[in-house]
Nanobody, 113 residues
């Protein structure tokens, strides 16, 4: 089982990025997928979730700015990030849990002011 995250980068405040998380070795369509982030010196926090039925949930801090989606044909979870702010700077990780937690390697997002 593997999760490969990509799409991070450096962007100015107000800009956008789209993160991708491609999975392999597992039936993606049955998974609830999560995106977490961890800023320097802070705990990892859950920012968005999408269920196998495509129901979504968001942390209050990102509602209206981040959108999680999934492409079952490509075994990929996506995180569209708009109106980015410096406080969104963090390492972003995709995740799912079945018998245990599975994590991608992280993709770094840096938002400059």
């Amino acid at each position: 089982v593997q999760l490969q995250a990509s799409g991070g980068g450096l962007v100015q405040a107000g800009g956008s990025l789209r993160l991708s998380c491609r999975t392999s070795g597992i039936r993606f369509e049955v998974l609830t997928m999560n995106w977490y982030r961890q800023a320097p010196g802070k705990q990892r926090e859950l920012v968005a979730t999408i269920t196998s039925e495509s129901r979504t949930r968001y942390a209050d801090s990102v509602k209206g700015r981040l959108t999680i989606s999934r492409d079952n044909a490509k075994n990929t979870a996506l995180l569209q990030m708009n109106s980015l702010q410096p406080e969104d700077t963090a390492m972003y990780y995709c995740n799912f849990m079945i018998d245990k937690n599975y994590w991608g390697q992280g993709t770094e997002v840096t938002v400059s002011s």
